[in-house]
């Protein structure tokens, strides 16, 4: 699952998961473009793939800011040719808690403009790269929460789902354009985005998985890099879950 010599970009990929997909990324021989809104984040992060060997740079992004992404599409696009978008950054800490009824207003569009709008923003501002080279990836990190219908997470489950959705109809408009787009839906993976969820869930994840240890964010770069490989190119519009059997379609 080579990617030498493609250039891949990561949005949210300061820490977590993200930090995880960038790193595994770049071990397989990408170059990395860190689209991380907090700086110290996105420069560890760099310091980091560049230290192992790999290649990477940061470039501050807030996703769900459409002149942030605007200006990530423009710098992108003086330094050579864009192969794959994982679209990881999103809104997850502390969001629980609430029923649908409890949750504000503006709780309810704060999640949406990260979580299902931003993907789009960046997709959009990006696409004409892909295009231009004529094939090239996107992934869409969704959760099986949207999948399950966990209770009191009603506007994060939401904009997952949210995101699901618009993952089948960009497979739709880009298939024939060689560009494809997939969505990878993970459980409950132990990190900073973990820490906040209560005790009850983490035990409810272990007593339903079928693989019952923790998830760790390297059970899924693994999915995620196979989806920007050569060896996906006949894979687009599925969301393919990784959470050790929590979830079953």
Known sequence: MSLNGRRVVVT????????????????????VVVAELIPERGERVVGEIRA???AAEFIPTDVSDEASVAALAEHLGS??????VVNNAGLADAVGGKTFWEITPDEWDRIQATNSRGPWLVSRAL??????????????????????GSPRLSHYIASKGALIALTRAMARELGDHGITVNAVAPGLVEGPSAEEIPAERHALY?????ISRPQEPDDVTGTIVFLL??????????TIVVDGGFVMP
């Open 12 to 31: 949210g990929a300061g820490r977590g998961l993200g930090e995880a997909m960038a790193h595994a990324i770049a071990s397989n021989g990408a170059s």
């Open 52 to 54: 192992a060997g790999g």
């Open 79 to 84: 330094g050579g040719p864009l192969w794959g």
């Open 127 to 148: 696409v004409p790269q892909l295009l231009a080279g004529g094939e090239g990836r996107i992934v869409n990190i969704a959760s099986d929460a949207a999948l399950y």
């Open 206 to 210: 272990a007593e339903i998985r079928a």
């Open 229 to 238: 490989s050569a060896e996906a190119a006949y894979i687009t519009g599925q």
